[in-house]
């Protein structure tokens, strides 16, 4: 693909859950190495969006593209693409039976089909990244919840995929263990990784985004730089969030 093809592009996509109109004629597009924060009330459709981006859900109508390629509905074609889609989710979701180290190596051996040695060594490397390498023989539940939640961005991050989606993956933190995990994706971000994350902390998404698009009803109402969609809302919708957070 050329250097202009966005990473993400989502053109004209709706869907509905039933009578609910969740997402509303969405155009989006992420270029490579860019960070986008997606901020909105709850409710607002950020969720339903990533789980657009790799098919986890559906849409109705419109495209998804992934660094120019459209979401194939299913098969081999749908696993590698979402093997370029990285997600990390709020509840860590990793696997609770196998230890850190085979969480990491277990998507590039059965998906990626690398071998276990080489799996291994890489998966040292990420977990070595996320600083929690001295972790990589204990179980999940053996961890706290910010050295999950870095296994699980190392694990993402082992299928060497082209995005990361980030769906509030500090908000069933414990408030002394956000920081650590924002620092993994400050650092992501600094390494040029293009990421779509759904936050809620300010200070992430002043610092770190390229852009801030804020959603409400489904629908996009602002995209902008952080300063200027903090500093200068231009809805009423923007305006009235800002008031209740900020
Ligand atoms: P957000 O992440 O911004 O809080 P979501 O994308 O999770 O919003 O949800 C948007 C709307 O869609 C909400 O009204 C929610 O109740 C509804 N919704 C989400 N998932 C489903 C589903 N699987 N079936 C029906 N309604 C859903
Ligand atoms: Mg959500």
């Known amino acids: ?26 155009n989006l597009e992420v270029a490579a190495g860019q960070v986008v924060v997606v901020l909105g009330p709850s409710g607002s459709g950020k969720s339903t969006l990533c789980r657009t981006i790799n098919r986890l859900e559906p849409i109705d109508s419109g495209t998804i593209e992934v660094d120019g390629q459209a979401l194939p509905a299913e098969g081999k074609a749908l696993a590698a693409l979402r ?14 039976h196998k230890t850190i180290l085979e969480n990491v190596t277990l998507g590039p051996i059965k998906v990626r089909r690398i071998g276990k040695d080489d799996a291994e060594k890489s998966g040292l490397a990420l977990l070595e990244r996320v600083g929690i390498a001295d972790q990589k023989d ?23 995929p082209k995005v990361m989606l980030f769906d509030e993956p500090t908000s069933a933190l414990d408030p ?51 300063e200027t969609f903090f500093s200068n809302p231009t809805s009423d919708r923007a305006k009235d969030f800002l008031g209740k957070i900020l």
Request: hydrophobic share 50%; no cysteine; glycine share 6%.
């Open 176 to 226: 002394e263990m956000v920081q650590e995990v924002l620092d993994v994706m400050t650092t992501l971000a600094k390494d040029g990784m293009t990421m779509l994350v759904v936050t809620h902390e300010m200070g992430f998404a002043r610092r770190a985004a390229n852009r801030v698009v804020f959603m409400s009803d489904g629908e996009i109402v602002e995209d902008a730089p952080p």
């Open 138 to 160: 204990k179980y999940p539940a053996q961890l706290s919840g910010g050295q999950q939640q870095r296994a699980a961005i190392a694990r993402a991050l082992a299928m060497k």
């Open 83 to 96: 093997a370029d889609v990285g997600m990390v989710f709020q509840s860590f979701n990793l696997f609770a």
């Open 1 to 26: 693909m050329t250097a202009r093809t966005p990473m993400i592009r989502m053109a004209s996509v709706d869907k509905h859950f039933g009578e609910l109109h969740v997402l509303r004629d969405i």
